[in-house]
């Protein structure tokens, strides 16, 4: 199953456009991208899932190019809200397994 | 989305006891659902897959004998922490694919054992 690397954390402030990446080399020809949302104490919460190229939805932006090697989760004017932890396990066919990698810590500010 | 419950969702029990969590789908079926645990300021780490009407698959390194898995229906898996120890303490999650054509997972609200 493919390993994704993403960074530790980031910062931003409010009503700022926040684009995570993430780095999926190794993802495999029918996986699909997922991005999950987790609150301290909460299970993770579904943001967006693509394929490939652009998906969009009332919260989220995803960008796929088209190696598929990555993507970039982007999050339009966040909020204090938005602090929280991002994954983006790659969502494979088959099994249907999520493996979760380190995730990226976001810290949106005043 | 797709809605899953867990219950209970906090749990406090003494070490040797056993304890059970429940997972379910509420507004969908779910053969196959997903068992996670997740340390303190760590990511969620894949424990076992749960079959309905078979037996569960447990990733490497979990013990099957530690954590028994039962799917008893298309909307409830149940997870028991056997002998329960002070290092079984951790956030315990479930997930399950909601179906159609690209099976999003949908995450449990999570389960906290203490073991004291």
């Known amino acids: 199953l493919a390993k994704t690397t993403q960074p530790i954390s980031m910062d931003s402030y409010e009503g700022q456009e926040v684009n995570i990446t993430c780095s999926h080399n190794n993802i495999a020809t029918n996986d699909y991208i997922t991005w999950y949302q987790q609150f301290p104490s909460q299970g993770p919460r579904f943001i967006i899932q693509g394929y490939k190229t652009k998906v969009t939805n009332e919260v989220a932006s995803l960008f796929i190019p088209a190696d598929r090697k990555s993507s970039t989760l982007s999050l339009p004017r966040v909020s204090l809200s938005d602090t929280a932890v991002y994954y983006c396990?790659?969502?494979?066919?088959?099994?249907?397994?999520?493996?979760f990698g380190a995730g990226t810590r976001l810290a949106v500010h005043p | 989305g797709a809605v899953v419950s867990q219950h209970p969702s906090r749990v406090i029990c003494k070490s040797g006891t056993s304890v059970k969590i429940e997972c379910r789908s509420l507004d969908f079926q779910a053969t196959t659902m997903f068992w996670y645990r997740q340390f303190p300021k760590q990511s969620l780490m894949l424990m076992a897959t749960?079959?309905?009407?078979?037996?569960?698959?447990?990733e490497q390194g979990v013990e099957k004998d530690k954590f028994l898995i039962n799917h008893a229906s298309l909307t409830l898996s149940t997870l028991t922490v056997t002998s329960a120890h002070p290092e079984d303490s951790s956030f315990y999650i479930c997930?399950?694919?909601?179906?159609?054509?690209?099976?999003?997972?949908?995450f449990g609200p999570g389960t906290r054992l203490t073991v004291l």
């Open positions: 997930s399950a694919p909601s179906g159609g054509g690209t099976d999003t997972q949908y």
């Open positions: 749960s079959n309905e009407g078979s037996k569960a698959t447990y």
């Open positions: 396990p790659p969502l494979g066919g088959g099994y249907n397994k999520l493996i």
